[in-house]
């Protein structure tokens, strides 16, 4: 077995969901075992960043909140980020045009899977079929990548 081309694959689909088909293709691989690597790799992304997304997120907002109480030490002025962004304003317009299950399917496909994981824990963590959707969307997406890949470049 070819133990590098599949643990690159794997690596590349817990990173960057999009082109670990490509990656198996250009070590080789077949058909199937750049199909399960990637799944794989964004199964335990999904994993690791979804059930880990409230983690991250108060880590973020105690983060912020000791920069600004440091800051005021120093006698120094902090300044509040805008939070209605256009990257914001792009998220919740997609969000409430597409729904749960739109975001959960293509999030990680279009964004990586850490991002989209994230971001759909965010919004619609509180409800219990959300990660089976991604789970879902992974499969169903890393298949169409890898015959995409495989059959026609």
Same mark, same amino acid.
Request: charged share 15%; aromatic share 18%.
């Given at each position: 077995?070819?133990?590098?081309?599949?643990?690159?694959?794997?690596?590349?689909?817990?990173?960057?969901?999009?082109? @670990?088909?490509?990656?198996?293709?250009?070590?080789?691989?077949?058909?199937?075992?750049?199909?399960?690597?990637?799944? @794989?790799?964004?199964?335990?992304? @999904? %994993?690791?960043?979804?059930?880990?997304?409230?983690?991250?997120?108060?880590?973020?907002?105690?983060?912020?909140?000791?920069?600004?109480?440091?800051?005021?030490?120093?006698?120094?002025?902090?300044?509040?980020?805008?939070?209605?962004?256009?990257?914001?304003?792009?998220?919740?317009?997609?969000?409430?045009?597409?729904?749960?299950?739109? %975001?959960?399917?293509?999030?990680? %496909?279009?964004?990586?899977?850490?991002?989209?994981?994230?971001?759909?824990?965010?919004?619609?963590?509180?409800?219990?079929?959300?990660?089976?959707?991604?789970?879902?969307? =992974?499969?169903?997406?890393?298949? %169409? =990548?890898?015959?995409?890949?495989?059959?026609? =470049?």
């Amino acid at each position: 077995m070819k133990w590098v081309a599949i643990t690159s694959v794997f690596f590349s689909a817990f990173a960057k969901f999009m082109f @670990a088909p490509l990656v198996g293709k250009g070590f080789q691989l077949d058909f199937i075992t750049s199909w399960v690597a990637s799944f @794989a790799g964004g199964l335990v992304s @999904a %994993l690791v960043f979804y059930f880990m997304s409230e983690f991250f997120m108060k880590r973020y907002h105690q983060k912020k909140i000791e920069r600004k109480i440091a800051m005021e030490k120093t006698g120094q002025i902090f300044k509040h980020k805008k939070s209605f962004t256009k990257v914001n304003r792009t998220i919740i317009k997609v969000k409430h045009k597409i729904g749960q299950y739109g %975001l959960c399917l293509f999030a990680p %496909l279009f964004l990586s899977v850490p991002i989209g994981s994230i971001i759909c824990a965010k919004f619609f963590g509180h409800q219990k079929n959300t990660f089976s959707i991604i789970v879902f969307g =992974l499969i169903l997406n890393s298949f %169409l =990548l890898t015959v995409l890949y495989y059959n026609i =470049l």
